[in-house]
């Protein structure tokens, strides 16, 4: 089973901190992703990766960045938090769509982050 | 552009009656749609997919959806509902077309809430 795991479940920070959000995932998936997940929004699509050290933007980039300095890791960063990016976070991982992805994603229990 | 539509933000039924939660899509080629279930406080689970082939997809948990091209739809069924069906459910699109701007990017639905009672 695919399995993708998520440092924390629950994670406080005060209004300008630095937090970094760690995602790994166990099947050499080329692509991972990160949401952020608003009642009444559904998720909405922050970064995504598609090998090494790349990275595109997705729907709602501002205010984050993400680091994937080796194929099983994904991390977003919050650079200075901000209490609107209280919300609940989710990583994926998918492979690549070259080896007959089929594009089922594949996600972690999710990081609900609140930001005082 | 790929947009997904999940009109109802919430469906109550009881224990036992069918369920039925509805998705609506849009994309510029042939559609790839997926359902996922999220329970509380938990990631997204995977509940099934229409890449191609029959319009009636059977997935886990006894759900099935049925692809409906002209309607441009892909609603949620299953005919008997149990309390532990209660969960977020989400609709998800992407377009068909693969291009190197969509890297399997999907658009989720904003989530409907599924409320079964005994």
């Known amino acids: 089973d695919v399995k993708v795991t998520q440092s924390s479940r629950y994670l406080v920070k005060r209004t300008g901190e630095k937090v970094f959000l760690e995602c790994v995932q166990d099947m050499d998936h080329e692509n991972m992703f990160w949401y952020r997940q608003d009642p009444g929004l559904g998720l909405r699509l922050i970064y995504f990766?598609?090998?090494?050290?790349?990275?595109e933007k997705g729907d709602i980039p501002e205010g984050y960045s993400v680091s994937r300095e080796k194929k099983e890791r994904f991390s977003l960063i919050l650079e200075s938090a901000s209490t609107n990016q209280t919300s609940m976070y989710l990583c994926?991982?998918?492979?690549?769509?070259?080896?007959?992805?089929?594009?089922?994603?594949?996600f972690g229990p999710g990081t609900r982050l609140t930001v005082l | 552009a790929q947009s997904v539509a999940q009109p109802e933000d919430q469906v109550n039924v009881a224990e036992g009656n069918p369920l039925t939660v509805k998705c609506t899509y849009s994309v510029s080629g042939n559609p790839y749609l997926f359902w996922y279930v999220q329970y509380p406080n938990r990631g997204l689970q995977f509940l099934l997919k229409y890449i191609t082939g029959d319009n009636l997809v059977k997935g886990s948990y006894g759900f099935e959806a049925e692809f409906n091209k002209s309607q441009t739809s892909f609603h949620l069924k299953k005919p008997s509902a149990l309390v532990s069906d209660s969960a977020l459910y989400f609709c998800a699109v992407r377009d068909g077309v693969r291009t190197t701007d969509s890297w399997g990017k999907l658009q989720f639905g904003a989530g409907t809430q599924v409320v079964v009672t005994p």
């Open positions: 994926a991982s998918t492979p690549s769509l070259g080896t007959g992805g089929t594009d089922t994603q594949y």
């Open positions: 990766s598609y090998d090494v050290k790349m990275k």
